[in-house]
Every structure is written in structure tokens, then in C-alpha cells.
């Protein structure tokens, strides 16, 4: 029994050991949680003004990443689904302005409802800056893209600034006419003016339908203060038109993925073979041979991928012209069909011989003359044909 009793003993000291130090442990795993956590939040406290910068552009790089196809079905589902959220947290704020909703749930987080509109419009422009910026061709196009930076950063940055009903209509039907600008031609496989026009008379019509249900049973009454929801939304439209037809829009949903002017450009199996000079040792950027040194009974061949949505059918235009002293001449235009789907984009090639020296440029357009780029090219006059060459594949 004695025996017994200090074995019993010896078990319970080290059983009382072993908790103590188990306590000292947790109480010390306890207070390096409360510096850590003290040190994070006066690291947060000093850097808190440049958090939403740098969630911003977290954001945008995320979607840059994983942004990659214009038709595909999970994304545009998703913008979608921003569109149709923002829209109905829309008509909610709004009947709480006419007074027509007065639950205390939706009073008391009329911020909460506010902040996520604003982040589905924000994530709206995020994506449409991306699409919009890989379709960009030329100066011009750049011009819408910078107005979809601008919305998107004032959005980002001033949304308290932004809760006036008639800013949310005209920033809401901008972001409508936006989305189904790219989202019709993937849904129909038809890219045309028609469809564009479509998409802004479609985008007018949800638009109009949220005003419908706030202003339900008062629309007579209110027809001073409908005027001024409707004219933003009339006259952005009117400017988009505007853009469309002066080819300042990005030619969404095509985009030109690669192009090049070369010597030569075959089919070999399930690539394009294309031969150009071999650029000097330092020129490691270059892939083609836009200054080409021609010589006689030489053909230039440019080459261009075109990005399109699966099943869309476009022809593809290639205008070449000579800069002469009054602007660009056209001499030839010569095209070829291509058939979307492919993510590298449809490849094809025109080719021209007899060219005189000078500069020249070759514009890819569609045929109904929407703009998806321009090579540059410098044709100057040598007596034989370079001898080194070298050989790529597209």
C-alpha cells in the first residue's frame, strides 16, 4: 500500500507539473497573440489611408490574371449577376429615398446597401478595363478605355460622393450598354451596328424598368424629376454612338492577339512558318521585319491573329497604304475569313509585291471597318535581299 501510495503520489506531482507548465505555456501563447495583434493593428493604424489603394489595385491585377476569354459562360454569368444586383439594390435605395420602403432593417444599413452597390459597379469597370484595354488598337480607342479608368477610380475612391440617384441611373445604364455591348455578339455570334445600337436601346429598357419601380403609381407626378434621371443615360448613349461610328470604341468582343510583317508565311501543320531578316544581336525585341530592306522581286507578307468569341464568324481586312504628302493612300485591300474560338486567336496572312519605298502601314479592320490595329512598315530600296534569315513559328 505504501507502494502504492507514493507511485500515487509521484503521478499526481508530475501530473500537477505537467498542467502548470501546459498554463505557462497557453498564458504565454496568449500574450504573444496580444503583441502580434497589438503590432498588427498599430501597422494597420499607420498605413490604414493607403488600404483601399492597394486593395484597388489587388482587384484589378486579379482581374487582369483571371480575365482571360471575353466568351467565357462562368465570367459573363457572373457580370451578369453584378449587373442584375446593382440594378435591384438600385430601385431598393431609391424607393427608400421616395419614402416607399420603410422596413428598420433597411434604414438602419442603407450604408451596407450603398457600399455594395458600389463594389458591384466596381466590379463591373474592373472587368470591362480589362476587355476594353486587350480589344484597344490604336490612340483613339484609348480614349474610351481612359474614361472607363476614370469611372472605375471615382467609383472606387469618392462612392460617398456617388449616391445621388440620377449618378447611380446614368453610371448603372453606362455600365448596361458596357457589358451587352460585348455579351450580345457572344450571345448571337453577330457582330454589327445594329447589335451595338441594340445593346444601348436594351440598356435603356432595364434602366427604365428599375425608374418603373421606384416611381410605380407616381410616374405622372414625377415627370419634372424623370427629365432629369432620363438625359444623362440619353446623352451617354448619344456619345457612345458617337464613338462607335468615329472608331474611338475598342472593337470588342475581337482583338487583334499578334501580327508581323515578314518574307515569307507558310502553313506547316498546326502552325504558320513565317521568315524575316535576323535582327542584330542587340535587337532582342524585335520578331519581324517592319524596316524592310526590299530588293527586287521581293513580297511582303503581314500576318495577324484575331481573337474572336467561339462560333463568330467576321472577315478580316487588310488595308495597305502609302503615306503620301497629303495623309494615307490605300492601294490594295485583300481579307480572309476567320472563325472564333481559338485562344491564341484565328491567324492569316495577306501578302503584297511591287511596293516603293517610303512609309507604309497595313490596317486590320473588319470588313464592315471596325479598326483592331495597325503595323507600321518602312520599305526601303537595296539592290540584293538580305542573306541571313531567321525562321519562327506562330
Known amino acids: 500500500m505504501k507502494i502504492l501510495s507514493k507511485s500515487f503520489n509521484r503521478v499526481r506531482t508530475q501530473v500537477g507539473a505537467y498542467r502548470q507548465a501546459y498554463e505557462k505555456n497557453i498564458r504565454k501563447g496568449r500574450d504573444l497573440y496580444q503583441q502580434k495583434k497589438q503590432g498588427a493593428e498599430q501597422l494597420y ?106 469611372l472605375m477610380v471615382a467609383n472606387e475612391f469618392f462612392s460617398n460622393r456617388l449616391r445621388n440617384l440620377k449618378l447611380l441611373f446614368a453610371i448603372y445604364f453606362f455600365c448596361c450598354f458596357a457589358f451587352l455591348t460585348f455579351f450580345l455578339p457572344v450571345v ?8 451595338f445600337i441594340s445593346s444601348g436601346l436594351l440598356s435603356f429598357l432595364i434602366t427604365g424598368a428599375i425608374v418603373a419601380v421606384i416611381y410605380h403609381g407616381g410616374i405622372r407626378a414625377a415627370r419634372r424629376e424623370l427629365i432629369d434621371i432620363a438625359w444623362p443615360p440619353a446623352a451617354i448613349f448619344l456619345v457612345l454612338l458617337f464613338f462607335y ?24 501543320g498546326e502552325n504558320y512558318m513565317v521568315r524575316y531578316r535576323q535582327p542584330a544581336w542587340w535587337q532582342f525585341w524585335k520578331s519581324d521585319e517592319r524596316d524592310f530592306a526590299y530588293a527586287p522581286g521581293d513580297t511582303v507578307y503581314c500576318f495577324a491573329a484575331v481573337f474572336a468569341p467561339t462560333d463568330l464568324r467576321e472577315r478580316i481586312v487588310h488595308h495597305w497604304q502609302l503615306h503620301i504628302a497629303n495623309g494615307w493612300k490605300t492601294t490594295d485591300q485583300r481579307g480572309y475569313s476567320i472563325y472564333g474560338g481559338r485562344d491564341g486567336g484565328w491567324r492569316g496572312y495577306t501578302y503584297k509585291r511591287n511596293l516603293t519605298e517610303g512609309k507604309w502601314r497595313i490596317e486590320v479592320k473588319t470588313a464592315k471597318g471596325r479598326l483592331l490595329g495597325r503595323i507600321p512598315l518602312e520599305v526601303t530600296n537595296v539592290p540584293e535581299r538580305p542573306q541571313r534569315m531567321k525562321i519562327d513559328y506562330r
Open 45 to 150: 493604424r499607420r498605413y490604414e489611408k493607403y488600404v483601399p489603394l492597394a486593395a484597388f489595385f489587388a482587384g484589378f491585377v486579379y482581374d487582369s490574371l483571371t480575365l482571360t476569354r471575353i466568351d467565357a459562360w462562368l465570367d459573363n454569368l457572373i457580370l451578369l449577376g453584378y449587373t442584375l444586383g446593382a440594378g435591384v439594390l438600385i430601385a431598393v435605395l431609391g424607393m427608400v429615398e421616395r419614402g416607399r420602403i420603410r422596413k428598420t432593417w433597411v434604414l438602419n444599413h442603407l450604408g451596407l446597401l450603398t457600399g455594395v452597390t458600389h463594389f458591384f459597379l466596381g466590379g463591373l469597370l474592373s472587368s470591362y478595363v480589362v476587355f476594353y484595354f486587350k480589344s484597344a488598337a490604336v490612340g483613339k480607342s484609348f480614349i474610351f478605355v481612359g474614361l472607363l479608368v476614370a
Open 188 to 195: 448571337t455570334h453577330v457582330m454589327s451596328a445594329a447589335i
Open 245 to 268: 461610328f468615329l472608331n474611338w470604341m475598342p472593337p470588342v468582343p475581337l482583338a487583334l492577339k499578334d501580327d508581323g510583317v515578314f518574307r515569307s508565311v507558310k502553313r506547316v
